[in-house]
Nanobody, 128 residues
């Protein structure tokens, strides 16, 4: 069964940190690029970060550059998103997704259509 499961969300104050995890199973994890997307109430789902198959390439949305870091551990089929200096506008449901075709290049925009495997999401709320 193909599956991606997110965890690590929660409530945090502005300026705080969270570490999200994405656990994968049922597909060739190391042959897929993995991205994090997020969706806030009333807004469309947007790309946050992307990491290539071997972890050598990564990119970030302008809104999170310098604050978020994506990483992966192929031996454990895990992807992580370290989120620092969180802001209220980071509040959203965060999803991980897998693609066999995406290249994690800063010159290419995120495209939801290229991701075939999606998790159920984990809620991140940044509020005082």
């Amino acid at each position: 069964q193909l599956q991606l499961v997110e965890s690590g969300g929660g409530l945090v104050q502005p300026g705080g940190s969270l570490r999200l995890s994405c656990s994968a199973s049922g597909f060739t994890f190391d042959e897929h690029s993995i991205s994090w997307f997020r969706q806030a109430p009333g807004k469309e789902r947007e790309g946050v970060s992307c990491i290539s198959r071997g972890g050598s390439m990564s990119k970030y949305a302008d809104a999170v550059k310098g604050r978020f870091t994506i990483s992966r551990d192929n031996a454990r089929n895990m992807v992580y998103l370290q989120m620092n200096s969180l802001k209220p506008e980071d509040t959203a449901i965060y999803y991980c997704a897998a693609s066999s075709t995406v290249v994690c290049s800063s010159s290419r925009p995120f495209s939801r259509n290229e991701y075939v495997y999606w998790g159920q999401g984990t809620q991140v709320t940044v509020s005082s």
